[in-house]
T-cell receptor
Framework: AQTVTQSQPEMSVQEAETVTLSCTYD???????LFWYKQPPSRQMILVIR??????QNATENRFSVNFQKAAKSFSLKISDSQLGDTAMYFC????????????FGGGTRLMVKP | GAVVSQHPSRVICKSGTSVKIECRSL??????MFWYRQFPKKSLMLMAT?????????EQGVEKDKFLINHASLTLSTLTVTSAHPEDSSFYIC????????????FGEGSRLTVL
């Protein structure tokens, strides 16, 4: 079974600053996907970024980027130029390849962006 | 992107009654949908995988007679909480899988159930 661990229950950052959210996972699989999802106060989950394990290059989506360390089973999310709208719960998630899109979520990190 | 809608967004019911929550994929067909439960300030726990035209697959510890799932069409899955009790109060979220492309998952807005 896979496990996903987010060691930071809560974090805060000043507007326009950069923050990094941590995520580690445990799996014996070699092919898999990793995701970061955002859940704002409206509660709807939104995909922030995804990473295929076979790709060495770290995924980037505008202000969001990841540091994927496959050997260390680490998948951190960096948010640059933080905005007030980034305030939300962030969940790291794991999906085995060919697992029918079944996601295993981490416990979440509550991020507060302060003005 | 694709849109998944849940209804109702909030529901309050009396103990012992049944409540149905709908999950619809509005602009795409979803052969597979997932139902999650989320407790306050907690992560999402997968309850079951709903497959169109077949029985749902339930995760260990989830009572299938308690949480009835029906996926009668490619755009609709329903979760019925039967004989609800206060401990069933929670936030229920569905997601639907895009059957084309990378098979990305899209999430509904969630439904908050409060059982009195």
């Amino acid at each position: 079974a896979q496990t996903v661990t987010q060691s930071q229950p809560e974090m805060s950052v000043q507007e326009a600053e950069t923050v990094t959210l941590s995520c580690t996972y445990d799996t014996s699989e070699s092919n898999y996907y990793l995701f970061w999802y955002k859940q704002p106060p409206s509660r709807q989950m939104i995909l922030v970024i995804r990473q295929e394990a076979y790709k060495q290059q770290n995924a980037t989506e505008n202000r969001f980027s990841v540091n994927f360390q496959k050997a260390a089973k680490s998948f951190s999310l960096k948010i640059s130029d933080s905005q007030l709208g980034d305030t939300a719960m962030y969940f790291c998630a794991f999906m085995k390849n060919n697992a029918g899109n079944m996601l295993t979520f981490g416990g979440g990190t509550r991020l507060m962006v302060k003005p | 992107g694709a849109v998944v809608s849940q209804h109702p967004s909030r529901v309050i019911c009396k103990s012992g009654t049944s409540v149905k929550i709908e999950c619809r994929s509005l602009d795409f067909q979803a052969t597979t949908m997932f139902w999650y439960r989320q407790f306050p300030k907690k992560s999402l726990m997968l309850m079951a995988t709903s497959n169109e035209g077949s029985k749902a697959t339930y995760e260990q510890g989830v009572e299938k007679d308690k949480f009835l799932i029906n996926h009668a069409s490619l755009t609709l899955s329903t979760l019925t909480v039967t004989s609800a009790h206060p401990e069933d109060s929670s936030f229920y979220i569905c997601s639907a899988r895009l059957s084309t492309g990378a098979g990305e998952l899209f999430f509904g807005e969630g439904s908050r159930l409060t059982v009195l």
